[in-house]
């Protein structure tokens, strides 16, 4: 039960892509819009078509949703769903719709099959009126049938009408098909061979019909109003709600109430002993766009007690009460830009996106009221203090175009503070903690009127800021990126543009031009530091490398990509030179060499919107947030002795297990000449701390267990030396 304007407003505004294989787990329902939402009461599955996302199923008892796109082939489009329908009284088979294209499935979804149809633009409605007869409506007034589950269709020619078709009704108790226009409604009781208008002219544009299966009453919204009629048009009832109407469903165990879906107002229910509609929104909060606190409710449908509300960005609400409390089934995270990993016993992240900050732990998750401290909803920047873990920043879209607004929290994201503000910002870029001062802040601020930029410094956590103005090689320009180096605490800003680097040495006092990066007309995100080989990335519109402190840069961009700009760079802080990269069109490319060769992993996933990358704790899985869709977790393949870098061919080192560990770990080592060979464990400022192996050794494979009882916290270097081969790894001691 769609309405057609909206579907193809939600079309234009959420075209983004889905990765859809098992080797993704997905933390959470898709962002965007459930444009279709049904649940097969046969076998307690629950459907929807996601607008973006794809088909989604959630099992009876199961709290998150799974991907089902296998054998769905999207081609050059985006998996923009439409609609899904079932039978009546047929467990199992499913319809499907994307773009012009039906797809159906006869196993609940795991399989899917393309019908013998095309329809001439977007569909827009879709939907069994008996368990073999599905109709369809397009964007082009056209209507389509098919007698056999959808996958043989015929048009059906709508003699005479020209106004546009913005709902579809099908009323299965009846055998009576419902067609809107902006002000009428047309009926068919032959399946579509003929039709009739119904004798009432609205006054305001229609944007549902809803046709109750136990009173026999056909329902109508149209803007502020929804009209009730039991007599097949001839007298109306009138009910005012004071706010755009859109969703309607009847109580099926009193059809004497019925429950209305609003823009900004969340739901309405009328109660028939008290004569007046009764707001029933209890919990149905989000942070949206506008001002209000509730969101845009397109449809609501019943399933025996169970009332279910989706629609404009919101995900799926459900209510067991009649109305009276709503709960989330799950988070709508669209758009996600940041992702940050907590450190600690269980995996905490934390993620920035077009709905603010939000926490992710024990399968749970949390959005924090951004709204109320005053930056409005999206998040741009989103860094974690270094050496405070619950000390984060947010920089983003301010809730007044114009203003730039930094956001800090010192409780892990529960509350919020802004604590910086200036008229006529366009935004902040950028945000920047020194590790070992974590009361230095440093953001960049751009005003893209002036094409200006400036780095503001703060000494007291990002309570006050003072502007430093344009530096070294930034005027004129943008700020794209503020780095610190945790080597040696150097200052890095780079800037759109002409990609000028400009550093500090004296804590952000001064500030000096450096270099530039190859090319021109830079687009840049991210400056990121490599702690165990000292090289600096740079990404962007490309990706750049320096191994010599950011004097001279090698533009390291993979041949592979294809989307023309990489959102977000991970380098794993134990492996060196493995790096991932996320890009926009172009998925996910990984290198095991520093950059200098790509592979893109999961390929059979192409033309992905890449919008954060964040490795787990233990290395073992990248979470990936992307545009329109929720966040993902891909597991990486087990990463062997064979895939670690190699020294001379046979000289092995392997990252130690687990890492990090508390306080054994395993290491696993291969010599290839026998000989002398030393084994020895180095804290961070390169003082011997544990000797593990020193003296003879045959060729061959070896492992040990390192007791690290006696030692803090901190990060260690272990380094085998065998026949003039030298091998370093870094290992966490977390406590």
Avoid at 261 to 269: E, H, I, Q
Avoid at 535 to 542: A, L, P, W
Avoid at 604 to 611: H, K, T
Avoid at 663 to 676: C, F, H, L, Q
């Amino acid at each position: 039960m769609k309405n057609f304007t909206l579907i193809l407003i939600l079309v234009v505004l959420f075209s983004a892509l889905l990765f859809a294989q098992t080797s993704y787990e997905v933390l959470g329902p898709q962002g965007g819009s459930a444009v279709g939402v049904v649940v097969d009461t046969a076998s307690g599955y629950t459907y929807v078509s996601s607008g973006p996302g794809g088909f989604l199923r959630k099992a009876p008892g199961q709290p998150q949703f799974e991907i089902m796109n296998d054998g769905i082939d999207f081609g050059n489009y985006f998996p923009i769903g439409s609609g899904v329908a079932i039978p009546p009284d047929d467990p199992g088979y499913v319809l499907s719709s994307y773009w012009s294209t039906i797809f159906y499935s006869d196993d609940y979804g795991e399989t899917w099959h393309m019908s013998n149809f095309l329809a001439q633009s977007s569909i827009g409605y879709l939907d069994f009126i008996n368990d073999t007869t599905v109709f369809i409506i397009d964007g082009n007034l056209n209507l389509y049938k098919s007698i056999d589950k959808g996958v043989n269709w015929v048009s059906h020619n709508l003699s005479g009408q020209t106004d546009i078709l913005n709902y579809m009704e099908l009323d299965r108790a009846e055998q009576r098909i419902y067609l809107a226009n902006s002000h009428s409604v047309l009926f068919s009781e032959d399946y579509g061979s003929t039709w009739n208008t119904l004798p009432y002219v609205f006054p305001y544009y229609i944007s549902q019909v809803y046709a109750g299966q136990n009173s026999g009453k056909l329902y109508v919204s149209a803007a502020d109003t929804v009209f009730v009629t039991a007599d097949d048009g001839q007298t109306w009832e009138k009910y005012a709600i004071g706010s755009k109407t859109y969703g309607l469903c009847e109580d099926p165990s009193d059809p004497d109430v019925f429950y209305v879906g609003t823009l900004d107002m969340g739901v309405y229910r009328w109660d028939p002993i008290q004569g007046q509609m009764v707001h029933a929104s209890s919990g149905l909060w989000e942070v949206t766009v506008s001002d209000t606190t509730y969101p845009i409710v397109t449809e609501l449908q019943t399933y025996g007690s169970t009332l279910y509300a989706s629609g404009y960005q919101t995900g799926i609400f459900r209510s067991d009460d009649g109305g009276n409390s709503w709960s989330r089934i799950g988070l709508p995270v669209e758009c996600i830009r940041q992702i940050q990993v907590m450190k600690g016993s269980s995996e905490k992240l934390i993620t920035g996106s077009l709905k603010g900050v939000q926490t992710f732990e024990n399968q749970t998750w949390t959005n924090s009221d951004l709204y109320g401290a005053g930056l409005g909803y999206e998040v741009d920047v989103l860094k974690i203090s270094p050496s405070r873990p619950d000390t984060m920043y947010v920089g983003g879209r301010p809730a007044d175009p114009g203003d730039s607004r930094l956001m800090t929290s010192t409780d892990g994201g529960a509350h919020w503070d802004m604590t910086f503000y200036a008229l006529g910002g366009g935004g902040i870029s950028a945000v920047a903690v020194n590790p070992s001062k974590p009361n230095y802040v440093f953001i960049g601020v751009n005003d893209p009127g002036a094409v200006a930029s400036a780095v503001y410094m703060s000494t007291d956590g990002g309570t006050t800021m003072e502007n430093w103005g344009p530096v070294g090689g930034t005027e004129g320009w943008q700020v794209g990126a503020i780095g610190i180096s945790p080597m040696d605490y150097i200052i890095y800003v780079v800037t759109h543009g002409n990609g000028d680097v400009n550093v500090s040495v004296d804590g952000g006092q001064s500030f000096q031009h450096l270099s530039n990066l190859p090319g021109s007309d830079h687009l840049i995100n991210g400056i990121y530091f490599d702690e165990l080989t000292s090289k600096i990335y740079v990404s962007g519109d490309g990706l750049y490398v320096s191994e010599d402190g950011g004097v001279n840069w090698t533009d390291i961009t993979p041949q592979q990509n294809t989307g023309g700009y990489f959102s977000s760079l991970v380098l794993d802080p134990v492996q060196p030179g493995r790096l991932f990269a996320g890009s926009f069109g172009g998925g996910i490319l990984r290198s095991d060499d520093g950059g200098l060769t790509w592979n893109r992993i999961a390929s059979e996933l192409p033309n992905q919107y890449i919008g954060a990358l964040a490795l787990s704790n233990d290395n073992n899985d990248l979470y990936i947030g992307t545009y329109g869709a929720s966040l993902l977790k891909y597991h990486l393949p087990a990463a062997g002795l064979q895939q670690q870098e190699k020294i001379a061919d046979s000289y092995e080192l392997a990252q130690n297990y687990p890492n990090p560990f508390n306080p054994t770990t395993t290491i696993d080592y291969r010599i290839a000449k026998s000989g002398t060979a030393t084994l020895k464990v180095f804290d961070i400022l390169g003082q011997e701390v544990a000797i593990l192996v020193d003296g003879f050794k045959n060729a061959g494979e070896y492992r040990l267990v390192f007791n690290a009882a006696n030692l803090p916290s901190g990060v260690y270097f272990y380094e085998l030396q065998s026949a003039g081969q030298r091998m370093t790894r870094k290992m966490i001691l977390m406590r």
